[in-house]
Every structure is written in C-alpha cells, then in structure tokens.
C-alpha cells in the first residue's frame, strides 16, 4: 500500500474503476472486474491500512468461499481450522447439531489483508485515503475533487460516504453489536455457540472458536433507525454479553462495537442508475436474522466487478448501475423476501424457541435454518410447519 497519507499520482488522468473500501466487498469488486477485463485501471483505496482490524464475528459462511473460489482467492481461507457444529439456545431451550457444510472463524485483520492481496496481484492499484465527497463531473465522477473515475464503486461500509453522496439515505434497521477475543472454553471448543438474549430482537451473545484456543466473543441487538434512538452502551453490551455466555468478557481483549445495517424486503432501493454502485453494508445488505454480512460483502462485490467491467467495455460506464441493480436483485431478492419474513417473526420470542424445538426434532429443518441465516437459503413447507407444530407444543 502507498504510504498513509500521500496521495501523489492519484489524479493523473481518469482511473476507469475507483473502489472505496478494501474491506471483503470492496476487494472483491475490483479483483471481479480485473478478472473480468485484465487491462483495466483499477483504484482501491481504503482510509486505513492493511492489515487492519474490523468488528465482527468473524463468522465465515461456506458460500464466501464458493465465490471467492470462483475468483482464484480461495485461499484466503488457508490455514484455519473449519468449524462444523453448531449450537442455539435461548434460555432453557437448546439445539446442538453438525452442519451440512463447515464455517470458518477467520480474524478479519488476516482475511482483509489477504483479499486485498489479491486484489492488488490481479492489478489493483492500493492507496490510502479517505473519501469525502464523490461528484459528477460531466461523464466522469470526480472523488474529493482530484481523483477521477469512469465508475465508482461505494464498498465503505455501514456509514458509507459514497451513499451518502447518492443520497441514498441511512438504512432504517440496524443493529449494534461489540465484540472481542477470549481464550476458548473447553465446553466451547470446535463449535459456535449462539445463545438469544430478551432485548430488541434480534439480539444475541455468540461465542465462535477460531481453532487457535482463542474465540471470536460478542454480542449484538437492534437499534433504532433514528439518529437519536437511545442505542445500548458499551457496558450494557458487555454486561448482556457476560449474562447470556458467563466466562467470556473477564479474559476478553480487543473489544470494538460498530453498527450494522440489516438488509430489507429487497435489494435495490439505494442503487441508482448511472456509474456509482453500491456493495456489502455500504449498500445496506446485513442478514437481518443473523447479523452475517461477508457473503452478501462478496456476492454483490463480484457482481459489481463483473457489471462495471461490462458497461466499460460496452462504452457505455453509465449502463453499470442497472446492471448491478439487476444482477443483485437476480442473486438476492427471493432470499431477502425470506430473511426479512424470518426476522419479522423472529422479534417473538416464542417463535424463536419454537424454531429451535423445530431444529432438535427434525435435522433437515436445522439445515434450512443454517442456510436461511448464513447463505442464501428460503423458508421451505418443511420449516413452516415445524415452526406452527414447536408453537403448538410451547
Ligand atoms: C460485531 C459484528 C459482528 C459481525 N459478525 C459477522 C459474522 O460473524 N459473519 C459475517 O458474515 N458478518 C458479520 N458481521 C457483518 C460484517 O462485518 C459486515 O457485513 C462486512 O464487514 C461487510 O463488508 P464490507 O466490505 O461491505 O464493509 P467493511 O468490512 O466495513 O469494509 C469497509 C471498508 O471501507 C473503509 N472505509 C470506510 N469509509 C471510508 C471512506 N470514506 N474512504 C475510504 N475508505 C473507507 C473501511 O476502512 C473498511 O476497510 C458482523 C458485524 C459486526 C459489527
């Protein structure tokens, strides 16, 4: 990475595709679009530099690597130990089971870093800055007033600077969630552990085991949408964090809180047509059951890559923006029609612990919870009528 602060050489001329934010979406965006066209100039910038550390879970679903493999990245996952069991409670019911696929825990400072390798081999030129403004300068969009690009691609985040120059908006459900690391307790060892909390829901503790004696510990709720909604203090995380999984925060270290904007009834709403595209929480995609935001990170990065590298190559930059709308909205929106539907219900209490009822009594339904909070999965007949029979026994 160029050195923090030098911007030098950065407004030489128009970059064909300016990605703001390394992190999994951003990465992912320009190593699709060099891959889709080799000879692109491709700028990523980032307002850190890597390695970095990130809050989250860690939580790696089976379907990033799916499609990082599709890129020729993925060995980012090399060398953590795959997770396979899983465990949901909330209060005195539980469910403990193998999944149908592994998950990885892998620490984002080692699977950022590691992305934006890739990204910077394929060709992508890494420097860091923090973007302000984003501007439309006839054909072209001009970043900061110097940087000039033929497309944009938003991959900032949850409190993204280039959505807010769409004026796209804040995502209206979010949620707040801090995490740290603690050494793994033997009862917790080689699982994920998720144990529901009572305050606004979704709200959950979870304890994720890197493979290493460390594990990845925290917990999360919703928050209002507004600006001034009282969101929980850090003590009342942890605290929440301590009551649901006892034992994680005494020898906890590295703790960091950061909001996450969860996904609606559909994906599109913030992408406008033109050459500014929207990815990962930047363009609000956070499963909203589960808090899991790395596949929708990566799954809308490399479509991105993919839509802006054809609209360059057709001439037409302006056409990336529908493309990408599109695409997502192919990908995403039957499954979002489904995690939106399952976050709604889930806000009772009852309907949580009948899911879990539902879990322990069939595996396939277990499965379909899996898929439905950590991929891309659907509500099938099957989850439905466990849900109504674990309400009827409760
Ligand atoms: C506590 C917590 C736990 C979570 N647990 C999980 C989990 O277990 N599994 C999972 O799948 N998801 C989890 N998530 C969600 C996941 O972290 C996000 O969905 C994911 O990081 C989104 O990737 P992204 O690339 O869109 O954004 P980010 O990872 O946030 O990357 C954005 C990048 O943009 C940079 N940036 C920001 N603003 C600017 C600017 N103005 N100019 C230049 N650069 C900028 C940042 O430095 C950052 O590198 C969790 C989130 C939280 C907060």
């Known amino acids: 990475m160029s050195d923090p602060g030098r911007n030098e050489g950065l407004d030489e001329g128009v970059w064909d595709l300016v990605v703001v934010g390394a992190g999994p979406a951003g990465s992912t965006a320009a190593l699709a679009a060099l891959r889709e066209r080799p000879g692109l100039r491709v700028l990523l910038l980032d307002r850190e530099s890597f390695p970095r550390d990130k809050s989250c879970g860690d939580g790696i679903a089976p379907h990033v690597g799916e499609v990082l493999d599709d890129l020729g990245a993925a060995d980012v996952l090399d060398g953590w130990t795959p997770l396979e069991h899983l465990e949901l409670s909330r209060g005195e019911r539980r469910v403990a089971g193998r999944m149908a696929r592994p998950v990885w825990v892998i620490p984002r400072r080692v699977l950022d870093a590691r992305l934006v390798e890739h990204a910077a081999a394929a060709g992508a030129t890494l420097v860091r800055h923090r973007v302000r403004t984003v501007r439309r300068t006839g054909s072209t969009y001009e970043l900061d007033g110097t ?15 280039v959505r807010d120059a769409l004026g796209a908006g804040r995502v209206a459900r979010r949620a707040l969630a801090i995490r740290g690391y603690a050494p793994t307790l033997p009862e917790r060892q080689g699982r994920q552990v998720i144990r529901y909390g009572e305050r606004r829901q979704p709200a959950y503790a979870w304890a994720f085991d890197r493979g290493d004696g460390w594990s990845n510990v925290g917990y999360g709720e919703l928050v209002g949408g507004s600006r001034d909604a009282d969101p929980p203090t850090r003590q009342v995380l942890l605290e929440q964090l301590e009551t649901l999984l006892p034992g994680s925060v005494p020898d906890g270290t590295d703790w960091r809180a950061h909001h996450l904007p969860l996904s609606g009834w559909r994906s599109g709403g913030a992408q406008a047509d033109g050459a500014v595209l929207l990815v990962g929480d930047a363009a609000g995609l956070v499963n909203p059951m ?17 839509a802006a590298a054809q609209a360059l190559a057709d001439g037409t930059p302006a056409s990336a923006g529908a493309r990408h709308r599109q695409a997502t909205a192919r990908l995403l929106d039957r499954h979002l029609h489904h995690t939106w539907l399952a976050a709604r219900l889930s806000r009772s209490p009852a ?14 339904v277990f499965d379909t919870l899996v898929e439905l909070g950590l991929g891309d999965g659907r509500i099938t007949p099957r989850l439905a009528a466990g849900l109504v029979a674990g309400l009827v026994r409760t």
Do not use: C, K, M, P
């Open 147 to 161: 940087i000039r690009a033929r497309v944009v691609v938003g991959a900032d985040g949850a409190h993204s600077a």
């Open 290 to 306: 589960t808090g899991e935001g790395i596949y929708y990170a990566v799954a809308t990065g490399r479509l991105a890559g993919r």
């Open 351 to 364: 309907v949580v612990g009948a899911g879990i009822v539902a879990a322990g009594r069939d595996h396939r």
